[in-house]
């Protein structure tokens, strides 16, 4: 990558610091198999004035969903799973699914919740709101969050919370439209019952050690701890605050191996644990010589789309113009829609604290940004490292 890349990406990074909009961040790009930028730049600790460094941990929030769909793809290609099974055939909560109407009165839904509903996002249900559906949702999230407070790990299981999310009424029927919500963690209490493992057990043995991905897990350790990076409230021209609140039901400091293990967002991890994931789906489900899935089963895990009347509603998602979605990634369909640069059939997602991936096949390429500031997802300084990157 040439050289005047390098500089405009360590720039803008030390600009966005600078300013107080990111507390700290990493870069990473790799390209023809070979890591061709990897920068620093800010903290992971303010207050220690601790640099950010290669070996930080960081909370992935949302960019845990690739992961999780990954996994479901491994059951999927081995006749586990059907992606047109009915939720229900695994979490009970979920029979007998009711709508919240646009007037308020509740209905029974005219069909089960689907797999593929849950891996597209278009199931109804959602991350909370003012509705009915969001108000249920936000309820269940605050008993996680008194969970945490009673005991470490909390006390109720990722298995149960997604049944009683089973019996929160819906946004719309099932497979009508598309919107952001607790699908992913249905899809990790799928797995946990298909696999007759706890989910994180699953992707400990399926994923994380075939791929060396040893900073990788729903919690830290002790002898990890110093090496997670600090959460920060950081709005530009003022001083950051740190930010040590649970949220979505996740323990800020991530000490004990949580009892619900969140499919959508209660994963942490390392650039460099993350990058060999990214490598493996750019490289057709192969990574060092170990098979994750096979190269048919990563094409269709990274190019499934939405259709119309589900477009519609992922549409509403201003910032994200020209992608589709589907298998819980946005996927860029057609870049002359887009606001920024970008490459047909590329595919990912990105995090509520800013960590953010993308997998390039047509360049041979994935990159990387992982930072810690709360309410990023995708901002400012995701869009100007895409301009760049994509610019050469």
């Not at 490289?283 to 939405?306: C, D, E, M, S």
Request: glycine share 10%; aromatic share 10%; hydrophobic share 40%.
């Amino acid at each position: 990558m040439e050289q005047v890349i390098k500089k405009r990406l360590q720039q803008v990074m030390d600009a966005s610091v600078a300013k107080g909009e990111t507390p700290g961040c990493l870069l990473m790009v790799i390209k023809d198999g070979e890591e061709q930028v990897y920068l620093e730049s800010g903290y992971a600790d303010i207050e220690a004035k601790k640099p950010v460094s290669r070996d930080n941990i960081f909370r992935l929030y949302s960019m845990s969903k690739p992961i999780t769909a990954t996994a479901m793809m491994i059951l999927v290609e081995r006749g586990i799973v059907d992606l047109a099974d009915p939720v229900s055939k695994y979490l009970p909560g979920f029979r007998n699914p009711v709508v919240c109407t646009a007037d308020g009165k509740i209905e029974k839904a005219e069909r089960e919740i689907l797999l593929e509903d849950i891996m597209n996002m278009t199931s109804g249900l959602t991350y909370g709101g003012t509705d009915e559906t969001g108000r249920q949702t936000d309820a269940l999230f605050q008993e996680v969050i008194h969970g945490l407070k009673e005991e470490n790990g909390g006390t109720i299981s990722t298995v149960e919370f997604a049944n009683r999310l089973g019996k929160v009424p819906l946004l719309y029927q099932p497979g009508q439209s598309w919107s952001y919500g607790t699908s992913a963690d249905v899809v990790g209490a799928v797995i946990e019952v298909a696999s007759g493992m706890r989910f994180g057990d699953f992707l400990k043995k399926e994923i994380f050690e075939p791929l060396g991905m040893n900073d990788t897990d729903f919690w830290v350790p002790a002898e990890k701890q110093d090496r997670l990076a600090k959460v920060y409230d950081c709005r530009e021209g003022q001083p950051s605050v740190r930010y040590l609140d649970n949220n979505l039901g996740i323990q800020n400091d991530m000490a004990y191996r949580p009892a619900y293990e969140a499919g959508g967002a209660g994963l942490a991890s390392t650039i460099d644990d993350y990058a060999k994931f990214t490598q493996m789906l750019l490289n057709g489900g192969i990574y060092n010589g170990v098979q994750i899935l096979r190269p048919a089963t990563v094409k269709f895990l990274g190019g499934h789309t939405l259709s119309a009347v589900q477009q519609a509603g992922f549409d509403n998602w201003i910032g994200l113009e020209g992608f589709s979605y589907g298998n819980l990634m946005r996927v860029l369909v057609d870049p002359t829609r887009a606001v920024t640069l970008g490459s047909k059939g590329e595919f990912g997602w990105d995090g509520w604290l800013g960590c953010y991936m993308e997998v390039v096949p047509e360049q041979n390429m994935t990159f990387l940004m992982m930072t810690q500031k709360k309410d990023a997802g995708t901002y400012t300084l995701s869009r100007k490292i895409r301009n760049i990157i994509f610019s050469e």
